[in-house]
């Protein structure tokens, strides 16, 4: 039976992590003392959930929080740290600190040490997220235990609506470029002035003005999508916002 550990302190626990080609002893005081966190647990870096959901949206949903009282998020896994520092890269997740729980000491602390030996994983953590003010446990968000690896309750989302119910995320945003493209650079200086992050596409070899005709039905860059809407040219996202 996985425990509720809400007013709680944080097992006190020392990480071994990679640095700059260095070892850097981490600890739960230096992680947690004096602030405002959220830690996402999870079964193991590069698995399909965690790489496609779990990770992405709360690296997505970090200005958002930061906005709204929590310095810093944390994404534990059982793994050593050359693998996370290596999922880190691979999924972009910059703006995360990657927790190496690699003898799952923190995991056992916290009660959520699961045999995952069926899987060949050997023992992992539970899939959870909680909110950790100064060292304590303000609030858990445990997946429910039924069969598979359930994913509903320790989303980014899911915590943000606990925060705050009326919080927005900021809008998504994709560009297609050119290299050397002025009106790409123009739209991406636009983007920059609102605030808005953006992830760009720049044609090339592999991606040619063929994918950017299927996607858009356009021949010319920049094409700009915001929320998953073509918006299209740098005219027409300056219309948009106009």
């Given amino acids: 039976m996985l425990e509720n550990r809400e007013g709680q302190d944080v097992p006190a626990v020392t990480f071994k992590t990679r640095q700059n080609s260095e070892w850097v002893d981490v600890t739960s005081s230096d992680l947690f003392d004096n602030k405002r966190v959220i830690v996402f647990a999870l079964p193991g870096a590069f698995t399909p959930t965690c790489s496609s959901s779990h990770l992405p949206r709360y690296n997505e949903l970090f200005p ?4 709204n009282g929590i310095d810093d998020i944390y994404c534990l896994s059982v793994n050593d740290t050359f693998v996370m520092n290596a999922w880190q890269d691979d999924q ?7 927790i190496p729980d690699g003898n799952g000491e923190f995991s056992k602390g916290m009660g959520m040490l699961v045999d ?3 899987l060949g994983f050997g023992d992992r953590s539970w899939r959870y997220a909680m909110i950790v003010d100064n060292g ?3 609030k858990m968000f445990i997946e429910p235990e039924v069969d598979g690896d359930p994913f509903g309750v320790s ?3 899911t915590l943000l609506k606990h925060l705050n119910p009326d919080a927005k995320a900021l809008p998504t945003v994709s560009i297609i470029t050119r290299k ?3 009106h790409c650079t123009r739209a991406k200086e636009l983007l920059a002035s609102k605030g808005l992050p953006y992830e760009e ?9 063929i994918s950017l005709s299927a996607i858009t039905g356009a021949h010319t860059t920049p094409q700009v999508f915001i929320d998953g809407k073509l918006i299209g040219t740098a005219d027409d996202l300056e219309s948009y916002f106009a």
């Fill in 136 to 138: 304590i446990i303000e």
């Fill in 116 to 118: 995952k030996r069926d």
């Fill in 180 to 182: 050397g493209c002025p």
């Fill in 64 to 67: 958002v929080f930061k906005d």
């Fill in 92 to 98: 972009s997740a910059e703006k995360l600190t990657m």
């Fill in 155 to 157: 989303d980014a989302d």
């Fill in 201 to 209: 596409v720049e044609l090339n070899q592999e991606v040619t003005n």
